[in-house]
């Protein structure tokens, strides 16, 4: 089998996974999920939150496609594209692990970026953490980030509609 196959697999599957990551947070997770994703976005001094049982779900499909590509526990039936399928979703779970847990929030590690796309999701996510309760909110996503800029006139925007409740002001 041609190398750049499994590679290109794993590529699209962590690509991927930013809509699904992003889909999920927007409808699951402020959604019927709220009560594992709540404690998230209040104050706590806890090690660990109820929102970390959300990682276990994409370990979980990761290891699912692993399994579904493995001769050893499908037998004739596996599948190999699923093998590297659950590299892309470990790849990615390994990226939003460092990016939303250690940059955002800064659970591993202290690093304040100054400038580039470091400082625009640290930007970014602040501002989907502005509004208070599930409803509402913008930058649902963990590796994208759109404008700041363009996602505090959201905000404002869903403010002034009703929409959400927004903790902090967005004029400075």
């Not at 001094?45 to 779900?57: Q, T």
């Not at 659970?107 to 509402?136: C, D, M, N, S």
């Not at 909110?137 to 700041?148: H, K, Y």
């Not at 959400?164 to 002001?169: F, T």
């Amino acid at each position: 089998m041609n190398v750049l196959y499994p590679i290109l697999i794993v590529l699209a599957s962590a690509a991927a996974m930013e809509f699904v990551a992003w889909s999920s947070h927007k409808y699951i997770m402020h959604g019927f999920g709220w009560a594992w994703h709540r404690d998230h976005h209040e104050p706590h001094d806890n090690l660990l939150e109820k929102n970390d049982l959300f990682a276990l779900v994409g370990a979980a499909m990761s290891i699912s496609m692993f399994a579904l590509g493995s001769p050893l526990v499908m037998g004739q039936g596996a599948w190999w594209p699923a093998t590297w399928i659950g590299l892309g979703i470990l790849v990615y779970g390994l990226v939003y692990t460092l990016v939303h847990d250690g940059l955002v929030h800064q659970r591993y590690f202290r690093w304040v970026p100054r400038r580039g796309y470091a400082k625009r999701l640290v930007q970014a996510h602040k501002l989907h953490h502005a509004t208070i309760g599930k409803e509402g909110g913008v930058s649902f996503g963990f590796v994208l980030a759109r404008d700041p800029a363009r996602l505090k006139q959201d905000l404002k925007d869903q403010r002034q509609r009703g929409i959400a409740v927004v903790r902090e002001a967005l004029d400075d």
